[in-house]
């Protein structure tokens, strides 16, 4: 069985290591837009584009036209061909939309195939440039399969994907757990513990519109304009930092510490239509944590069970199994009226999500 984790890692670049980032991002992104121009050109005169045929021609007169493309990796203006195929394989299916043109920002990458790089320790090479320092070594073994180098804000970061081979382990803890997700606390297990979020974008929100409001004063173009851009591309990167730390710990002890686990197919998209609700659902990352539990049962031998997305878990009495007919957002205590049980509904919940394994 093999599996295959992405390791991201930030990276400490020289100056010179820096500007060839920089270059590789521009050059991926000038192919992207390149190739995404001649698709929609060649669409409107009733062709039939493909990556391969526009790789060819792209190649073709890459020579005499782009020659400063061959200053960097040659996967800079090879990958994007591939990447705008699966964008438009994923629009004609309906899952993604229609794919864009990239623009010059705090968020650029390029891609690098595993011919082309080597870890060793806590350095990465890459073509046409001296050892990079990595702030950390990579923590997974197997077989190195691509890298991509990408930048946030003012950090750069390389993506290691590496296939595993090695059978997972099983969790020696043998109990259960039910997980229910909620606003109050982001989880609240069967056994009474809660995990209270960290809700990082609500306490950086009026720090975030005091900078876009000076910004929006910036003149355009001008050097303090791009000053304030970074200085928000900061913030937003922080908040995404303390959301995805707290999430990686919760995660993680569900899967150090229970053998089996349930938590509900939440309709995230269908939530966030609540415009009373949708910034604090967006604030707690429900999707990120059902992605990082995922994962992380498959590696470490977990069980785990996604209860149907109808289940009326906060409905149920986890005493006698009656069921309410309706019950508001606004009741947090749990009343059955055939038994007259009494208990917090996150916990209620919790514990009929964790009754499905029996």
């Given at each position: 069985?093999?599996?295959?984790?992405?390791?991201?890692?930030?990276?400490?670049?020289?100056?010179?290591?820096?500007?060839?980032?920089?270059?590789?991002?521009?050059?991926?992104?000038?192919?992207?837009?390149?190739?995404?121009?001649?698709?929609?050109?060649?669409?409107?005169?009733?062709?039939?584009?493909?990556?391969?045929?526009?790789?060819?021609?792209?190649?073709?007169?890459?020579?005499?036209?782009?020659?400063?493309?061959?200053?960097?990796?040659?996967?800079?203006?090879?990958?994007?061909?591939?990447?705008?195929?699966?964008?438009?394989?994923?629009?004609?299916?309906?899952?993604?939309?229609?794919?864009?043109?990239?623009?010059?920002?705090?968020?650029?990458?390029f891609y690098v195939g595993n011919d082309q790089l080597k870890v060793s320790g806590n350095r990465l090479k890459l073509p046409k440039l001296d050892a990079i320092k990595m702030h950390e070594s990579l923590r997974f073994q197997g077989e190195i399969?691509?890298?991509?180098?990408?930048?946030?804000?003012?950090?750069?970061?390389?993506?290691?994907?590496?296939?595993?081979?090695?059978?997972?382990?099983?969790?020696?803890?043998?109990?259960?757990?039910?997980?229910?997700?909620?606003?109050?606390?982001?989880?609240?297990?069967?056994?009474?513990?809660?995990?209270?979020?960290?809700?990082?974008?609500?306490?950086?929100?009026?720090?975030?519109?005091?900078?876009?409001?000076?910004?929006?004063?910036?003149?355009?173009?001008?050097?303090?304009?791009?000053?304030?851009?970074?200085?928000?591309?900061?913030?937003?990167?922080?908040?995404?930092?303390?959301?995805?730390?707290?999430?990686?710990?919760?995660?993680?002890?569900?899967?150090?510490?229970?053998?089996?686990?349930?938590?509900?197919?939440?309709?995230?998209?269908?939530?966030?239509?609540?415009?009373?609700?949708?910034?604090?659902?967006?604030?707690?990352?429900?999707?990120?944590?059902?992605?990082?539990?995922?994962?992380?049962?498959?590696?470490?031998?977990?069980?785990?069970?996604?209860?149907?997305?109808?289940?009326?878990?906060?409905?149920?009495?986890?005493?006698?199994?009656?069921?309410?007919?309706?019950?508001?957002?606004s009741e947090r205590v749990y009343h059955c009226e055939a038994c007259g049980h009494k208990q917090d509904r996150d916990l209620n919940a919790a514990q009929n999500l964790k009754n499905l394994l029996f």
């Open positions: 069985m093999s599996i295959t984790l992405t390791h991201k890692i930030c990276l400490a670049p020289t100056i010179k290591q820096e500007q060839y980032f920089r270059k590789a991002c521009g050059t991926a992104r000038f192919t992207w837009n390149w190739a995404l121009n001649e698709w929609q050109n060649q669409s409107k005169l009733g062709l039939k584009p493909t990556a391969l045929k526009l790789k060819k021609q792209f190649n073709a007169i890459k020579p005499v036209n782009f020659p400063w493309t061959y200053e960097v990796t040659k996967y800079a203006s090879q990958q994007p061909f591939i990447f705008l195929q699966t964008a438009f394989k994923r629009f004609f299916e309906g899952t993604c939309r229609y794919p864009k043109f990239k623009k010059k920002g705090h968020q650029n990458s399969m691509s890298a991509t180098v990408s930048r946030t804000a003012n950090k750069w970061f390389v993506s290691l994907t590496v296939k595993l081979l090695k059978v997972p382990t099983t969790c020696k803890n043998q109990t259960s757990v039910g997980v229910d997700l909620g606003i109050k606390s982001l989880a609240t297990l069967s056994n009474g513990e809660s995990f209270e979020a960290p809700k990082p974008l609500t306490k950086y929100l009026n720090k975030l519109k005091r900078l876009q409001r000076s910004l929006a004063r910036r003149k355009k173009d001008s050097h303090n304009r791009a000053k304030l851009k970074l200085k928000i591309a900061q913030v937003h990167a922080k908040i995404v930092n303390l959301r995805q730390d707290s999430l990686h710990k919760l995660t993680t002890f569900l899967t150090n510490h229970f053998a089996g686990i349930v938590i509900e197919d939440l309709n995230v998209k269908g939530m966030l239509k609540n415009r009373k609700l949708s910034r604090a659902i967006a604030d707690l990352g429900f999707y990120e944590f059902r992605r990082q539990l995922e994962y992380k049962t498959q590696l470490k031998g977990n069980y785990l069970l996604i209860a149907d997305r109808w289940f009326p878990s906060s409905k149920i009495c986890s005493s006698c199994g009656n069921r309410k007919e309706k019950l508001k957002l």
